[in-house]
């Protein structure tokens, strides 16, 4: 005989499911808060090292008073630290703006070249491109130094911005090649019907539609060039290179390590890659999702 549950029972039982659900819910939710602190706290405590030890003065900037805070407030270190990077920040600018632009209009057309001009080898000539990516940078400075000194290319931005630009060019190649590929092909068939060629359809058609993929390669290659040190090391000196020669420098110091100065400096040479993070970093993922899915 099957037993009928009253109104009452039912409103009662359904309180009570909700009431289980909310506990393992609220349960859930506090131990990824949990987690998510954890590693919020280990994110953030060099960044309290870093601007807490650039207020200190020289007796206090010292390893066994790492976690202090600074008895006196010092901001001499910060002046100090613009005094040395002003001038390679600029230095800095004048390259990573024209190597990012450059990288990301070369990886636009070889992107959409290979995606949709199926030419015999294309795919050798992608796969031989990608190669470019798995190269480590130590593996091409000695080549690289031999080939600049045979073209006669004095050390400076210029060199560093041709370096940069063509060691950009396999992985912004990819990023628009993925993108160009989820573009319907209705769209080109549709340009091809109304007359227009290869380049008209690029330029009219397919670079329009390219803002999400530019704004990633755009990114990349900024703060790729702006963090690189090793090609700077090479190819520039302390007096033409960016900043991250000149940080190198005074960190290390000429008598001993000046830590406040030091700390200081890498809060500003590090100032401009997190603001276009901050400002551009949902556009970022978006162009990353945007080429993703097919169609």
């Not at 600029?90 to 057309?109: C, D, K, Y």
């Not at 590929?181 to 397919?206: N, W």
């Not at 390669?217 to 963090?227: D, E, P, R, Y």
Request: glycine share 8%; aromatic share 12%.
């Amino acid at each position: 005989m099957s037993v009928v549950a009253t109104p009452q029972e039912t409103r009662k039982l359904r309180v009570n499911r909700k009431r289980n659900e909310g506990d393992g819910s609220t349960a859930s939710k506090a131990i990824r808060y949990a987690i998510l602190i954890f590693f919020l706290a280990v994110v953030l405590i060099p960044v309290y090292v870093l601007i807490v030890t650039s207020f200190k003065g020289s007796g206090e900037a010292d390893p066994t008073r790492t976690w202090y805070l600074p008895e006196v407030w010092n901001f001499e270190n910060w002046q100090r630290a613009w005094d040395a990077l002003a001038a390679p920040l600029a230095r800095t600018f004048t390259l990573v703006i024209p190597s990012s632009i450059i990288s990301a209009i070369l990886g636009s057309m070889n992107g959409y070249v290979l995606s949709r001009w199926r030419f015999p080898g294309a795919n050798v000539v992608f796969t031989l491109l990608l190669f470019g990516m798995f190269i480590p940078y130590q593996a091409v400075m000695i080549p690289l130094m031999k080939m600049v000194l045979a073209m006669g290319l004095p050390n400076g931005i210029p060199t560093l911005i041709l370096a940069h630009v063509v060691y950009g060019i396999p992985i912004t190649t990819l990023i628009f090649r993925n993108y160009y590929e989820s573009v319907p092909q209705e769209l080109i068939e549709a340009a091809r019907v109304d007359g227009a060629g290869m380049l008209r359809t690029y330029a009219s058609v397919v670079l329009p539609i390219s803002i999400p993929s530019f704004v990633v390669v755009l990114i990349w290659q900024f703060t790729s060039a702006w963090n690189d040190f090793l090609f700077a090391l090479f190819l520039t000196n302390t007096e033409t290179g960016p900043v991250t020669l000149s940080l190198n420098n005074l960190a290390h110091g000429s008598i001993m390590a000046d830590y406040g100065a030091s700390m200081a400096g890498a809060l500003i040479a590090s100032a401009p890659t997190l603001i276009v993070y901050v400002l551009l970093g949902k556009y970022f993922v978006g162009g990353l999702m945007s080429g993703s899915v097919k169609g």
